[in-house]
């Protein structure tokens, strides 16, 4: 065996003959393609199916206008923060089309629209950012697990989920989704290692936004590309164009039917721009120049979505107008009950805590019971 040079080192690495409970895989077919996979503009767009491209492009415009329409209600005092996902619509839609209805996802804080793409009121999906303390939704319903603020913790969450859906023989894919900075975690490392060695039936999307608040990537990671970080696991690796809705859905289409059929999790990392600021409370004008947005302008996923359809004539006046009536009739909903004061029990406290309540938590219950009365007596 011949010893390998380190690229720009002395040769250090010499291994010897493994020993049989060391198992060695190729790395070739887990390693990513040097540019991310795109379907628009390319010829592979032809074949893609008119109906899923009519349904991309009306999630993405209702997306679209969520987004604006959350960011209005932060500046009206109706909403505490709202991380908007605005040039990273076709990443959040295509994650919910990706899935089937008994299979779960893991969101991060900047995932609304995934959610409710999933079919999650869009009123329950502000829940928490509205500073509620809990997450508004029950995750049953549509499967969609809360939307996880401490970064990459919904990843072992994930991959506990779809490891035990295995054990148990129930037919769920779970779809994690991070963001770039927050593959830096160590929940990350652990997640990935983990669901590789139990060949887990998980997928795990990073949109890379370019930017963790105002950490560009290049202070994040010196790895060649964040799907390469898949090949240290033993997982595959891919890399998307994350504006090409299209494509992510393709790629997720793929892994996830890769998951469900016992083949093992899949590392995705969707290539996407954060259009607005991190969220309503920063400043991205500090970090980063005009120029840069206006360029990733020039690929917005609507646009590039857009110029399929009118080339393919899929898109007259009326289908644009239908698409953008129910986006600002969502809209018109979402302010309406965003404006209604909610109506708060601070008994609430202490409900959906444990399965089973404590003594002590009980005993906290009763106490603030009887000062509530007390003070309703002497108003
Ligand atoms: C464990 C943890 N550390 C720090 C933070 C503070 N924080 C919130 S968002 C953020 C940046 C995350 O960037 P990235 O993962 O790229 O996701 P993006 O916000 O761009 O979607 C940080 C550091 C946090 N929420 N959780």
Not at 91 to 117: G, I, K
Not at 202 to 227: C, D, E, H, R
Not at 312 to 323: N, Y
């Amino acid at each position: 065996m011949t010893v390998q040079e380190l690229p720009g080192d002395a040769a250090v690495y010499r291994p010897t003959p493994p020993p049989a409970w060391q198992h060695r895989t190729d790395p070739a077919p887990l390693l990513p393609d040097p540019e991310p996979f795109r379907v628009l503009g390319t010829e592979a767009a032809a074949a893609a199916d008119p109906e899923l491209l009519l349904r991309l492009y009306a999630e993405l415009v209702r997306g679209r206008r969520y987004n604006a329409q959350a960011t209005a209600l932060t500046k009206q005092g109706r909403l505490a923060v709202y991380p908007s996902s605005t040039g990273q619509e076709a990443c959040e839609v295509a994650a919910a089309l990706a899935l089937e209805e008994r299979d779960w996802l893991f969101p991060s804080y900047r995932d609304t629209l995934a959610a409710v793409a999933r079919g999650l009121d869009p009123v329950k999906a502000l829940t928490l950012l509205r500073g509620d303390w809990h997450t508004g939704y029950d995750p049953y319903e549509h499967r969609i697990a809360p939307l996880c603020t401490p970064l990459a913790t919904q990843l072992p969450h994930a991959v506990g989920l779809a490891h035990a859906a295995r054990l148990k023989g129930d037919d769920v894919v779970a779809l994690a989704m991070v963001g770039d900075g927050g593959t830096s975690e160590g929940d990350f490392h652990e997640a990935l290692n983990f669901a590789a060695v139990w060949q887990a039936p998980v997928v795990f999307l990073v949109q890379n936004n370019g930017f963790a608040i105002s950490v560009p990537l290049a202070k994040q990671t010196a790895a060649p590309s964040l799907a390469h970080k898949a090949v240290g696991y033993g997982m595959p690796g891919r890399l998307v164009d994350g504006n090409d809705a299209v494509a992510v859905h393709q790629v997720l289409g793929e892994a996830v039917a890769r998951a469900r059929r016992g083949g093992g999790p899949t590392l995705i990392e969707a290539v996407t721009y954060r259009m607005d600021a991190h969220t309503n409370a920063d400043d991205a004008t500090r970090y980063r120049g005009d120029s840069e947005v206006e360029t990733w302008r020039g690929h917005d996923p609507i646009l590039l979505l857009e110029r399929e359809l009118t080339e393919r004539g899929l898109l007259d006046d009326d289908r644009r107008k239908t698409a953008a009536d129910a986006a600002e009739s969502m809209a018109a909903d979402l302010r309406e009950r965003m404006n209604a004061d909610p109506v708060l029990d601070p008994m609430d406290l202490f409900t959906h805590v444990y399965a089973e309540q404590t003594g002590q938590l009980r005993e906290q219950a009763a106490q603030l019971r009887a000062e509530l009365d007390a003070e309703g007596e002497a108003r």
